[in-house]
């Protein structure tokens, strides 16, 4: 499609903007983040230095020239709340000279190709202030110096707008030594500002408990709980850190009790778990009893003990001497910190001690990784213990491998997608846990990447769960990203469920608001340009109307008033009707665009005069063939005899049709 920039077609299922270069989504940035740098900023380091990058930052953007601000910096700087608190005060200043306040958004750097980001679809809504964070893939781009020369002339053209941009980038990704004018846009975070400082702020503002800040005060006051987490935060801790130890502090019932389980989630149990650990240094039995129970966790105690002896790959004790040696059963549980209740062991009322668990063992015990893994294989097939605590597994997996940035966990949970179980449970629970991992902040590119390459994976499990990865979160937060692996689906050389899946897919995320431009302009470039059979059979899922006709009213519509859209309807059925591999899908689109039309659910003239212009170039091809002339031994329904009656044929071929097409139901 061409000549329609920015041009807006009116359809009764409501409005949609058909662009020629869809732009990267938008989210708004939330209120609650806005409240934490207005009413509980901190620009305090431990020391009391002055923290200055969001001052900095907001020189960068009204100081003349490009509105950019590039915050640079190691993780951990507040580098986010720095430029969510630059955008939030040139925002007050616009207030201030009397113009309304900025749209504070959030960029998606959801590009086709992320080594190569194309600036050229970046928004640009006028009164707008833009964040986008690509601290994570800044080194991966492939020409640095060019992708910023771009971001700084693209903020350059804000100035006409009225709006303005925040690139959060990490220490050394920002090319600023290539140019002056690539230097003069960064606000260095060099300072961390206190963790201290931001959990008394947010536990007096945000949650509006300040009696809750005596907790972390060095100095007594009276108090049996004063100061008792004053110790958790040191000068080295995240801002983030203060953040979520008041989260913790807030969440209490003001208890003792209370406030040292809040203390141990903070702390993740790290004390508890390094004891137990240290209690079981020549027990490697009750260790993998642990190891055991946090996997299955609210299993049977005998269930969990036998799975512990599969971990050490030994059998089951035969020793009567021995089996009456040595503490109980539920001793040992309780040894570890677990909770038996009748027959179950839990490990749930120490919120986040599975977690730990895990993270010590993975960190000082490196040579379990395999056999770990290869165990977890076992414990979690369809007749495994863990089979229906795949979830469970999967999320305490996903969590490990965001801490530790490693892809290996990631990839033996894309290994159980061909563990024997075929389910669309099991597949959904897969493509779940992966979803999750592709949004990480450290981790989202690695998995991104690796969804990249499953999509071209011969398995038709693998393919079926991008797919499926495809329909949920990701494509509402990397709709480029999951088109681009879903036409990798759409080109596999059977129709098999991977495709049928990838179908459905594609069509969910047209339907979404503000999606269908997108969706149609990547499609039809598939189709016309690069003729892949997967763009032949994404258009023909497009515009095919018997799950939902609202993609084929809206282009329909669409092509009533645009001359441009009917054409690309029509190239798109030539090209279409041009591969033999999608006949079947060919007719069975037809057939249901001519019961639509006689339902009236479509614009009747519009669908007739597209099928009337392919009908000129494809009289003879078989889907077309059909649908004018009949087949022997085929009966159509009175939608396609109607049909049939109002397509035009030249005169010499008018005569061609068959005898008994006047009858309401052929036989």
Same mark, same amino acid.
Request: aromatic fraction near 4%.
């Given at each position: ?49 002055? =923290?200055?990058? !969001? $001052? /900095?930052?907001?020189?960068?953007? +009204?100081?003349? @020239?490009?509105?950019?601000? %590039?915050? &640079? ?92 941009? =925040?690139?959060? !980038? $990490? /220490?050394?990704?920002?090319?600023? +030594?290539?140019? @002056?004018?690539?230097?003069? %846009?960064? &606000? ?480």
């Amino acid at each position: 499609m061409g000549n329609n920039h920015n041009s807006k077609i009116i359809v009764a299922a409501g409005s949609v903007t058909m662009t020629s270069r869809p732009q990267l989504p938008v989210a708004d940035i939330p209120q609650a983040e806005l409240d934490v740098v207005t009413a509980a900023w901190v620009d305090l380091s431990m020391k009391n230095e002055k =923290v200055t990058t !969001a $001052d /900095e930052a907001v020189d960068r953007l +009204t100081g003349g @020239g490009s509105r950019l601000a %590039v915050i &640079a910096g190691p993780f951990g700087y507040g580098k986010r709340s720095a430029g969510v608190r630059a955008l939030s005060e040139v925002s007050r200043r616009e207030q201030d000279k009397g113009g309304k306040p900025l749209t504070l958004q959030e960029i998606r750097p959801d590009w086709e190709k992320p080594g190569s980001p194309d600036v050229s679809v970046l928004p640009d809504e006028a009164g707008t202030g833009y964040l986008l964070d690509v601290a994570a893939e800044i080194g991966t781009w492939n020409n640095p110096g060019n992708v910023a020369a771009q971001l700084v002339a693209y903020a350059e053209k804000l100035l006409y707008v009225g709006s303005y941009l =925040v690139v959060i !980038a $990490d /220490e050394h990704g920002w090319p600023e +030594t290539a140019s @002056g004018i690539l230097a003069r %846009v960064v &606000a260095r975070a060099r300072i961390r500002p206190s963790a201290h400082h931001v959990a008394q702020a947010h536990l007096q503002t945000l949650y509006g408990k300040p009696d809750r800040a005596g907790w972390l005060s060095p100095v007594s006051s009276g108090t049996e709980s004063a100061g008792q987490a004053a110790h958790l935060l040191t000068e080295n801790s995240r801002p983030a850190d203060g953040a979520r130890l008041a989260t913790v502090l807030a969440g209490s019932d003001g208890s003792l009790e209370s406030l040292k389980t809040a203390l141990g989630t903070f702390q993740q149990w790290r004390s508890e778990v390094r004891t137990v650990f240290k209690a079981t240094e020549e027990h490697p039995e009750d260790r993998a009893l642990l190891i055991s129970a946090l996997f299955l966790d609210g299993k049977d105690a005998l269930t969990i003990q036998a799975s512990s002896r599969t971990l050490l790959d030994e059998p089951a004790e035969t020793s009567v001497r021995k089996i009456l040696t040595g503490p109980d059963l539920t001793t040992r549980f309780e040894g570890m910190k677990a909770q038996v209740t009748g027959r179950t062991v839990t490990l749930g009322h120490k919120p986040g001690y599975a977690s730990s668990v895990l993270l010590h063992l993975w960190q000082q015990r490196a040579d379990i990784h395999p056999p770990l893994l290869k165990w977890l294989d076992t414990i979690t097939t369809p007749q495994g213990p863990g089979a229906d605590r795949l979830a469970a597994i999967g999320d305490l997996l996903v969590e490990l491998a965001v801490s530790e940035n490693d892809i290996r966990v990631i990839e033996q949970i894309h290994a159980w997608i061909d563990n024997g179980d075929n389910s669309t449970g099991h597949r959904k629970l897969i493509a779940r846990v992966l979803t999750i991992a592709a949004d990480a902040d450290t981790l989202g590119a690695q998995v991104r990447a690796k969804l990249l390459d499953s999509a071209q994976h011969p398995s038709e499990a693998v393919a079926t769960v991008v797919a499926l990865v495809c329909q949920g979160e990701f494509a509402e937060h990397y709709p480029r990203q999951a088109l681009v692996r879903l036409r990798h689906i759409l080109d596999r050389p059977t129709p098999d469920v991977a495709v049928h899946t990838a179908r459905e897919a594609l069509r969910d995320i047209a339907s979404r608001d503000g999606q269908l431009a997108r969706v149609w302009g990547t499609v039809i470039k598939w189709a016309t340009e690069k003729r892949h059979l997967a763009g032949h059979r994404a258009f023909l899922s497009l515009l095919d109307p018997r799950i939902d006709p609202y993609i084929l009213q809206v282009m329909l519509a669409a092509a009533e008033q645009k001359p441009d859209v009917k054409e690309a309807l029509v190239e798109g059925w030539n090209v279409a009707l041009d591969d033999r591999r999608v006949d079947t899908e060919c007719r069975e689109v037809l057939t249901a665009w001519a019961r639509v039309r006689e339902s009236g659910q479509v614009p009747h003239d519009v669908l007739t005069d597209v099928l009337n212009d392919v009908l000129v170039q494809h009289l003879y091809s078989m889907p077309i063939s059909a649908l004018v002339f009949g087949e022997p031994g085929v009966a159509n329904d009175a939608a396609v005899i109607e049909l049939r009656k109002d397509l035009r044929l030249p005169p010499a071929l008018s005569e061609l049709r068959l005898p008994h097409e006047h009858s309401p139901v052929e036989s």
